[in-house]
Nanobody
Framework: QVQLVESGGGLVQAGGSLRLSCAAS????????MGWYRQAPGKQRELVAV???????NYADSVKGRFTISSDNAKETVYLQMNSLKPEDTAVYYC?????????WGKGTLVTVSS
């Protein structure tokens, strides 16, 4: 029913920036949170950043001060501004939108940071 489409991934040099976006199709009754996760090949998926309905945000320690999450619930869209990228940020980035009834995941967008 609901489809999430990530965009903005690509290849960037260390120290560069990228902005990811995730747009949800259809209508949402209520969005409780929007977040970004990432997974490097052969490794576990990990939380990068999340914004919840109350407006608070949480970030992984590894990205604090470099990444900024923002959302537009009316547009059912979440963004991740990534600055000062490091090779260790290389991963497939997934967005997740949580409603009261269900969590929805995107299929991921690849971010590759060259050294």
């Amino acid at each position: 029913q609901v489809q999430l489409v990530e965009s903005g991934g690509g290849l960037v040099q260390a120290g560069g920036s990228l902005r990811l976006s995730c747009a949800a199709s259809g209508s949402m009754l209520r969005i409780n949170s929007m977040g970004w996760y990432r997974q490097a090949p052969g490794k576990q998926r990990e939380l990068v950043a999340v914004v919840i309905s109350g407006g608070s945000t949480n970030y992984a320690d590894s990205v604090k001060g470099r990444f900024t999450i923002s959302s537009d619930n009316a547009k059912e869209t979440v963004y991740l501004q990534m600055n000062s990228l490091k090779p260790e940020d290389t991963a497939v980035y997934y967005c997740k939108i949580a409603t009261r009834g269900m969590d929805y995941w995107g299929k991921g967008t690849l971010v590759t940071v060259s050294s």
